[in-house]
């Protein structure tokens, strides 16, 4: 695990027992990867933060607060990946920002495991979104991670990231719980204004063999997949390549 260059909570150095309680705590958090003091889909980030502070914890939280404490974290640093945590320590919310060096993506396709799991609360980037547990176990088991399956068979997400297929000329999003992310919402965005017809729809496993391929977004990029399980799926890298160039068409905004 990433050990972050710095850490702040409500914009001063973290001590120790600020830590304690966050690490015990209940809360919710957000990730985003910063160039040159900027970083795509800052209201998306904002947005998600306040939404999930009233509906965890009852309280509004100041975007503009959010943006100072990341400002302020950042100091002097123009690339960084960074992450924004919300807990509620006493009667306000507590804003902790992690400072750590800017991450990128893989660009080799992707080997999955399958996991039936489904994460409570899907809609939110709760602390205990990462699930570790099944990233690790993936890997032990020599995949590059794993990807959520209801207990229906039916897709939901990967466990740190979005999936998406491809089938035919559109782009389709598993309609199961997930978490909405900001890569995979920039791209919907991207997406319509380029005319590439993207919808949500139920992606079943038995679904898979007969879709063109598929590909994880998250705050580090896209990258392709190319397996589910012990399905090959087919790399089209000319669909890859648009998905590249929308996402890249994206502008930065200033934190």
Not at 189 to 195: D, I, N, S, V
């Given at each position: 695990?990433d050990?972050?260059?710095?850490?702040e909570?409500?914009?001063?150095?973290a001590?120790v027992?600020?830590?304690?309680?966050?690490?015990?705590?209940?809360?919710?958090?957000?990730?985003?990867q910063?160039?040159?003091?900027?970083?795509r889909?800052?209201d998306?980030?904002?947005?998600r933060l306040?939404a999930?502070?009233?509906?965890l914890?009852e309280?509004g939280l100041?975007g503009?607060?959010?943006r100072e404490?990341?400002?302020r974290a950042l100091?002097?640093t123009?690339?960084a990946?960074?992450?924004?945590?919300?807990?509620?320590p006493?009667?306000?919310?507590?804003v902790?920002?992690?400072?750590?060096?800017?991450?990128?993506?893989p660009?080799?396709p992707?080997?999955?495991?399958l996991?039936?799991?489904?994460?409570?609360?899907?809609?939110?980037k709760?602390?205990?979104f990462?699930?570790v547990?099944?990233t690790?176990?993936?890997?032990?088991?020599g995949?590059?991670?794993?990807v959520?399956?209801?207990s229906?068979?039916?897709i939901?997400?990967?466990?740190?990231?979005?999936?998406?297929?491809?089938?035919?000329?559109t782009v389709?999003w598993?309609d199961?719980p997930h978490l909405d992310?900001?890569t995979?919402?920039?791209?919907e965005?991207?997406?319509?204004?380029?005319?590439t017809p993207?919808?949500r729809?139920?992606?079943r496993?038995?679904d898979?063999?007969?879709l063109?391929?598929?590909f994880l977004?998250n705050?580090?990029?896209?990258v392709?997949v190319?397996?589910l399980?012990?399905?090959?799926?087919?790399?089209?890298a000319e669909?890859?390549?648009s998905?590249h160039d929308?996402?890249?068409?994206v502008s930065?905004?200033?934190?």
């Open positions: 695990m050990i972050p260059d710095r850490i909570i409500d914009g001063r150095s001590r027992h600020d830590l304690w309680g966050a690490v015990f705590g209940h809360g919710h958090f957000t990730a985003m910063v160039r040159g003091g900027r970083t889909g800052l998306l980030h904002l947005r306040e999930a502070t009233q509906e914890f309280r100041d503009d607060v959010v404490r990341i400002r100091g002097d123009q690339d990946s960074i992450r924004v945590y919300v807990f509620l006493d009667r306000e919310p507590s902790i920002v992690t400072v750590r060096p800017p991450g990128g993506i660009t080799a992707q080997r999955l495991e996991v039936r799991f489904q994460r409570p609360q899907a809609h939110l709760h602390v205990g990462v699930h547990d099944h690790e176990l993936a890997r032990a088991h995949f590059a991670g794993a959520l399956v209801t229906d068979g039916h939901s997400e990967a466990a740190i990231a979005n999936i998406g297929f491809f089938e035919g000329s389709v598993p199961a992310g900001i995979m919402q920039l791209l965005r991207t997406l319509a204004e380029r005319g993207s919808r729809a139920p992606v496993l038995t898979v063999p007969a063109d391929g598929a977004s705050a580090r990029g896209i392709p190319g397996s399980g012990d399905v090959a799926l087919t790399v089209n669909r890859m390549r998905l929308a996402y890249g068409s930065w905004d200033e934190i």
